[in-house]
């Protein structure tokens, strides 16, 4: 089975950076999402780590540490449209399933 | 490009009724993939079809049961409803086999069972 933790609120100031981090424990390992929700909508794709390291993408930058099954989701010059819950999904894959495992999400305020 | 279209927006029903959902995935992705998302929870994974064909099912009662027709479009079908069935119901599609298979995911189905 799988276990993805992330922490379920954070608060910050709109300018500021924040990292969300997500752990998890698998019997295998095949890649690491995250994807942004807003309220009411459809999540929407952020980032893919299947290597180590840092993945950036303008304000958004993810990292993956497989030997530790730790990634974090960092947002930097925080903006209001920021507000919104972040998926952190993995991918064990041991037969091809493609089938990633969400965890609850972390529900990011963004405050002036 | 279209994205990933579902029906009906909301859905109202009681308990014990049968409740049908519809997807349709980005044109030429053949995967479909269907989630629950609870008040409070995650996603949990409910069906994956690609090619017509069921691939995988998550860990729920066999009245949920679904399709995937030639166009590649989905059905999900929720038999005997319970309360606990409400719910919102992403469907999401993608191109199986290619790098990271990022899944898109439609606007969703608002399903309440009173």
């Known amino acids: 089975g799988q276990n993805i933790d992330q922490p379920t609120e954070m608060t910050a100031t709109e300018g500021a950076i924040v990292q969300i981090n997500c752990t998890y424990q698998?019997?295998?390992?095949?890649?690491l999402f995250w994807y942004q929700q807003h309220a009411g909508e459809a999540p929407t794709f952020l980032s893919y780590?299947?290597?180590?390291g840092l993945e950036e993408k303008g304000r958004f930058s993810s990292f993956l540490s497989r030997s530790k099954g730790y990634s974090y989701l960092l947002l930097k010059e925080l903006q209001m449209k920021d507000s919104a819950s972040y998926l952190c999904a993995v991918r064990d894959d041991p037969g091809g399933s493609y089938i990633p495992t969400f965890g609850r999400g972390t529900s990011l305020i963004v405050h002036p | 490009e279209a994205g990933v279209t579902q029906s009906p927006t909301h859905l109202i029903k009681t308990r014990g009724q049968q409740a049908t959902l519809r997807c349709s995935p980005i044109s030429g992705h053949t995967s479909v993939y269907w989630y629950q998302q609870a008040l409070g929870l995650g996603l949990q994974f409910l069906l994956w079809?690609?090619?017509?064909?069921?691939?995988n099912r998550g860990n729920f009662p066999p009245r949920f049961s679904g399709r995937q027709f030639p166009n590649y479009s989905s059905e999900l079908n929720v038999n005997a409803l319970e309360l606990e069935d409400s719910a919102l119901y992403l469907c999401?599609?993608?191109?199986?086999?290619?790098?990271?298979?990022?899944?898109?995911f439609g606007p969703g189905t608002r399903l309440t069972v009173l």
């Open positions: 780590n299947v290597l180590d």
């Open positions: 079809y690609d090619e017509g064909e069921e691939r």
């Open positions: 999401a599609s993608s191109l199986v086999g290619t790098g990271g298979n990022e899944q898109f």
């Open positions: 698998t019997s295998g390992f095949n890649g």
